[in-house]
């Protein structure tokens, strides 16, 4: 199952880089007014992750984050994502960036159903992340809390 995964995953990139050259994407932050957390996990890879993707042709970074946290999470976006960091994401491709977010207000309209997409959606408190939560989305929420400067690399 994994190793389909990483295959899927690499097919996903490979495609990407084929017919974009260099990709983009969006990553966000949402937390609660109860200091909690959404993340994701996705059906073709494992861990937990900040909701986002790519930025579709036509579509602004913070456009795609505001359709991306509604695609993955139900969130709405009640004021405009801020602009934290843009990191290169050299383990997913080496022409590859992602643009940082924070949602400082939003509503959740529902909990997020599974879809093809998405296993599953929930918020975790910021001291209790859930096993599985990957590195890069532990270093992005510890850059975010603590104020830190975003290290240039997902």
């Not at 190793?3 to 996903?12: G, I, K, M, V, Y």
């Not at 602004?60 to 984050?65: G, L, R, Y």
């Not at 602009?83 to 977010?101: K, S, T």
Request: proline share 8%; with cysteine; glycine share 10%.
């Amino acid at each position: 199952m994994l190793l389909d995964q990483r295959l899927l995953r690499r097919l996903f990139h490979l495609g990407a880089l084929a017919t974009r050259g260099m990709t983009l994407g969006v990553r966000g932050v949402a937390v609660d007014a109860e200091g909690r957390v959404g993340l994701v996990r996705h059906t073709y890879i494992s861990g937990w992750h900040l909701p986002g993707g790519g930025v579709e042709r036509g579509e602004t970074a913070v456009e795609a984050m505001i359709r991306e946290f509604r695609e993955e999470a139900e969130i709405v976006a009640d004021a405009p994502p801020r602009l934290i960091g843009l990191y290169r994401n050299a383990a997913a491709a080496p022409r590859d960036h992602v643009a940082l977010f924070v949602l400082p207000s939003f509503t959740v309209l529902r909990p997020k159903a599974p879809d093809r997409e998405i296993a599953a959606c929930a918020f975790f408190p910021l001291d209790a992340l859930p096993e599985g939560t990957t590195r890069a989305t532990r270093a992005r929420l510890r850059e975010v809390r603590k104020g830190l400067p975003p290290d240039p690399n997902w």
